[in-house]
């Protein structure tokens, strides 16, 4: 059944929304920053995985309080909550489908042990909980969607273009990260292995993957608020 709400219950969603997003991310990265492995983790912040989660943390308790409280800087708000959903969704994205097969098979040799559990909800908290939380609080309670435009959907990626060029320079320089055993933080990105051209091959498929998927969404939004004006928002229930 299709439902209309109007935005005055975004408020009150909204609230409950990002408080579970900032409670859920800090949860998140304080377990998989401190406990992983049973050691503080050195090259933490060399996934892009707990970067974006750092990002989604700092927006909601810091920067979107901030951007509410003041009107002179409410028009930012439905890039930078484009923006920050994106990123974190990528980190979704690439976990389930270039990710999780390899960690599924490791998992199925691992002793059910209290760690393992720990780390486990740890893993569906920071790469499946948090992205969809962040999705729904954007979905339906991220004011001024209409004021998106195609060029937000290019954007945001400048985040993540800047997190490669960083990792392939440190990559360069032989630094070695501790828990992988290498110096790149996922397999696809490691040149040495696979060649650069696989490496390429990959990063250009996520990008375009995600660029259509930004001009899709506002391409979408822009189609509800057609129909249905900008004071809704178009609910399944």
């Known amino acids: 059944m299709l439902a209309l709400v109007p935005t005055s219950l975004y408020g009150r969603l909204g609230a409950v929304l990002s408080a ?22 050195k090259g933490f912040f060399c996934f892009y995985t707990n970067l974006s989660n750092l ?9 979107a309080p901030r951007l509410f409280s003041l009107s ?6 439905p890039r930078m909550d484009f923006a920050v959903m994106m990123s974190i969704m990528l980190t979704f994205c690439v976990f389930h489908g270039m990710i999780y097969p ?32 962040v999705f729904l609080y954007w979905l339906l309670c991220s004011p001024g969607k209409a004021a998106l435009r195609a060029a937000d959907a290019l954007c945001w990626t400048a985040g993540p273009a800047v997190y490669l060029l960083v990792i392939l320079l440190r990559a360069r320089k032989g630094a070695m990260i501790e828990e992988t055993r290498s110096p790149y933080p996922y ?30 969404l506002i391409a979408l939004i822009h189609l509800l608020v057609f129909w249905f004006g900008d004071g809704h928002m178009l609910m399944l229930i």
């Open 187 to 216: 397999p696809f990105l490691d040149a040495e292995h696979f060649g650069a051209a696989f490496v390429a091959r990959s990063c250009a498929l996520i990008y375009g993957v995600f660029v259509l998927a930004g001009f899709t």
């Open 20 to 41: 579970l997003i900032v409670i859920f991310s800090l949860i998140g990265l304080t377990i998989h920053k401190d406990f992983y492995a049973g050691k503080k983790r």
């Open 102 to 133: 390899s960690v599924r098979i490791a998992a199925e040799h691992a002793p059910h042990t209290r760690e393992y559990r720990i780390v486990v909800c740890d893993n569906f908290i920071i790469h499946y909980l948090v992205p969809w939380l």
């Open 55 to 63: 990002l989604v943390l700092v927006y909601f308790s810091l920067v």
């Open 72 to 77: 002179s800087l409410h028009a930012l708000i």
